[in-house]
C-alpha cells in the first residue's frame, strides 16, 4: 500500500470521528494489512500497547474483527461517502 493510500485511510478514520489521534494511525496500518508486531515496530511502542489501541478502535467502530473493521473502509470509497454510511454526515 502507498503512503497516499495510507494518507486517505488515514483522512476517512479521522472523518468518521470516533476515533483519538493514534487509534486513527494504528487503524489505518490495520486495514492496509499489517501485523500487530509490524504497527508495533512502526511507531516504536509495545505489541502491547498495539493491542489496546485494537481493541479500542473495534469498540468505539462497533466491530468484532479487523475483516469486520476494513469492511468499513473499502477501497476507492470517497471519505464523504464513508461518512454518510455512518450516520456522521
Given at each position: 500500500m502507498s503512503e497516499r493510500e495510507l494518507q486517505e485511510l488515514r483522512f476517512k478514520l479521522f472523518c468518521d470521528g470516533r476515533l483519538t489521534p493514534r487509534q486513527i494511525d494504528v487503524g489505518a496500518l490495520v486495514i492496509a494489512g499489517r501485523s500487530n508486531g509490524q504497527i508495533a515496530e512502526f511507531y516504536k511502542i509495545a505489541k502491547n500497547t498495539v493491542e489496546a489501541?485494537?481493541?479500542?478502535?473495534?469498540?468505539?467502530m462497533g466491530v468484532r474483527d479487523r475483516r469486520e473493521l476494513t469492511s468499513l473502509f473499502p477501497r476507492g470509497k470517497s471519505?464523504?461517502?464513508v461518512n454518510l454510511q455512518s450516520g456522521n454526515g
Open positions: 489501541h485494537i481493541s479500542g478502535i473495534y469498540n468505539r471519505a464523504q461517502q
